[in-house]
C-alpha cells in the first residue's frame, strides 16, 4: 500500500487478521456516508476553542493592575465577546435526531452504530458545555469530556497530577545544566511561515497545505482542517519548528487529511474531545521519538498539568499565575498557561481541563503501542492514522476495516512509514522498563559523583 511519506508498508501492517472480510452492501455503505455528512455538516458552526476565549483586553489590563486583579470575566462576558454563531437548543435536537436516524437505519447493533451514536451523544455535551460558558457547570462537563488530573488508569496507580510531578523532578534537574537550554528565538512568523509552507509541501504535495499568519490565536501556533495558522509577532526557534512540523503537521493535519478521505465514514475527520487525549498524546509521542521534543518543551506541557491540578484543588488564576512565575516561568508564559486553564470558566471557577490531554494521552498512546509490539501485532499501529479516533476505538475500527467501511490512511508519519526501527526502539523500552531503577541509582551512584 503507498502513502504519501512515499515509503511502503508491508501488506500484513494493514490487513487484519481477525476473520475474513465481509464486504458491506452499496445500500448500507451509502447510509453510514449520508448519516456520516449530516455529522460533519452539523457540527461546522461548533468551534470550542473559540468561543471560550479572551480577547487580548484582559491580558493588557491583568498587567496593568499589575497582576493583583483578577480578570473581569463572567458569562455576561462570554455572551457578549464570544458569540456560539447557532442556537445551542437548536444544535443540541440536530444531534438528537441524527443519533435518532442512525439508530433507524443501521441498526443498534452494528459497529459503526456504537461510534456514531458516541460522536451525536458528544457533541450534544459539547453545546452544553459552551451554554455553560462562565457558570460553575462548565468545569463539570469539562472533566466529563476531557478529564481530570485526579484521574487514575488503572485502580492503584498514581493519577495524572502525581505522573506530572514525578517526570517534574528529573525535567527541573536536566534545565539546571546549560546545554539543555533553549536555542534564541530569533524566527519572526514570516519567516517561520516561510519555512514550514515548504515542508508541508514536501510532506502533503497534493493536499493544499497552508501556513498562514493569524490574529486570532493566543497560542504561538495552531492547526485546522487544512492549514497552520502562526501567531503574528510569534517569535520562534529551528526547535519549535521541528515541533510544529511533527506535532501540528504530521499528526494533526495528517490524520485530519485521513479522516476527511474515508468514503464512508467522514466524521473521522473532525475531532471531538474524546479524541483530543489520543491526538495529543499520539502527537507529544512523535515529538520524542524523532527526537525533536526537548525538557523545555516538556516542562511547560507539565506546567499545564500542574496548573489544571490546582484549578482544580481550588486555585483561582492569580494564584496560578503566580505559581508559574514562582517556577521561572516569564510573565507572558505564566499568563498563558493560566489563561489556558480558566478559559471557559472565570477567574475563580472550575478549570477547563483539555491540558490533561498531553501527558494522560502520551501514556495511554506509549503503552499500546509498546504493549502492540510486544505481541507483535504491529498491524495495529496504522489504525491510528485513520482520522480523529480514540483509543478504545481501536477494535472496531480494525473490524471496519476488515468490512471495507473504514479504508487504511494514506498518510502515515515518516517514523511510522519503516515500522522496523519504531519495533525496535518499543522492544527495547519494554525490556529497560523491567529493571529495578532504584538498584540501577544505587549501582551507579559511583559514577554519577
Known amino acids: 500500500m503507498e502513502f504519501l511519506t512515499g515509503h511502503r508498508i508491508s501488506e500484513p501492517v494493514c490487513r487484519s487478521e481477525t476473520r475474513p472480510a465481509m464486504p458491506a452492501t452499496k445500500e448500507y455503505l451509502d447510509t453510514v456516508r449520508a448519516l456520516s455528512d449530516r455529522i460533519v455538516e452539523a457540527q461546522k458552526p461548533i468551534r470550542i476553542l473559540d468561543a471560550i476565549k479572551w480577547n487580548p483586553r484582559i491580558k493588557d489590563a491583568f498587567f496593568e493592575s499589575g497582576c493583583k486583579a483578577l480578570p473581569r470575566i463572567d458569562s455576561d462576558y462570554y455572551r457578549d465577546e464570544c458569540q456560539l454563531g447557532f442556537d445551542a437548543q437548536v444544535k443540541r435536537r440536530e444531534f438528537h435526531e441524527i443519533e435518532r436516524d442512525i439508530n433507524r437505519q443501521l441498526g443498534q447493533l452494528s459497529p459503526v452504530t456504537g461510534m456514531m451514536r458516541r460522536v451525536c451523544r458528544e457533541y450534544q455535551m459539547v453545546v452544553r458545555l459552551l451554554e455553560a460558558r462562565g457558570c460553575h ?3 463539570d462537563l469539562s472533566q466529563e469530556l476531557y478529564g481530570s488530573a485526579s484521574d487514575v488508569f488503572h485502580a492503584g496507580d498514581p493519577t495524572v497530577a502525581e505522573l506530572g510531578t514525578s517526570m517534574e523532578e528529573t525535567l527541573i534537574n ?15 512568523a514570516e519567516a517561520a511561515v516561510e519555512e514550514l509552507n515548504g515542508r ?64 464512508y465514514c467522514t466524521f473521522l475527520g473532525k475531532g471531538q ?59 507572558e508564559e505564566s499568563y498563558t498557561i493560566a489563561s489556558r486553564v480558566f478559559r471557559g470558566s472565570t477567574p475563580e471557577g472550575r478549570p477547563f481541563t483539555k491540558d490533561i490531554s498531553y501527558m494522560r494521552g502520551f501514556v495511554q498512546t506509549y503503552n499500546f503501542m509498546r504493549l502492540a509490539v510486544a505481541q507483535g501485532k504491529l498491524e495495529k499501529l496504522p489504525l491510528l492514522f485513520v482520522g480523529k479516533i480514540q483509543l478504545e476505538d ?44 532504584q538498584q540501577l541509582e544505587s549501582d551507579y551512584a559511583a559514577l554519577l559523583s
Not at 499568519?213 to 519549535?240: P, Q, V, W
Not at 487504511?408 to 519495533?423: K, Q
Request: hydrophobic share 40%; proline share 5%; charged share 25%.
Open 174 to 188: 536536566l534545565l539546571r545544566h546549560r546545554d539543555m537550554q533553549e536555542e534564541p528565538k530569533t524566527i519572526d
Open 137 to 139: 457547570e462548565f468545569g
Open 394 to 437: 481501536i477494535r472496531i475500527i480494525d473490524q471496519l476495516m476488515t468490512e471495507g467501511i473504514i479504508v487504511p490512511p494514506r498518510f502515515v508519519p515518516p517514523h511510522f512509514a519503516d515500522i522496523r526501527g519504531l519495533a525496535s526502539w518499543f522492544s527495547f523500552s519494554r525490556f529497560i522498563a523491567t529493571l529495578n531503577f
Open 200 to 263: 508541508m509541501k514536501r510532506v502533503f504535495p497534493n493536499d493544499g497545505i497552508r501556513v498562514m499568519i493569524s490574529d486570532g490565536i493566543t497560542a504561538d501556533a495552531a492547526a485546522g482542517t487544512d492549514y497552520i495558522k502562526i501567531r503574528r509577532g510569534a517569535m520562534l526557534n529551528s526547535e519549535d519548528l521541528d515541533v510544529l512540523e511533527a506535532h501540528e503537521g504530521w499528526i494533526h493535519l495528517g490524520t485530519t487529511l485521513n479522516g476527511i478521505s474515508q468514503p
Open 273 to 331: 474531545p474524546s479524541t483530543t487525549v489520543t491526538q495529543e498524546g499520539l502527537a507529544v509521542l512523535t515529538e520524542i521519538i524523532t527526537l525533536r521534543s526537548t525538557p523545555t518543551r516538556l516542562y511547560r506541557l507539565i506546567n499545564r498539568v500542574r496548573a489544571v491540578t490546582l484549578a482544580e484543588e481550588g486555585a483561582n488564576f492569580i494564584e496560578v499565575y503566580n505559581y508559574l512565575r514562582n517556577r521561572e516561568l516569564c510573565e
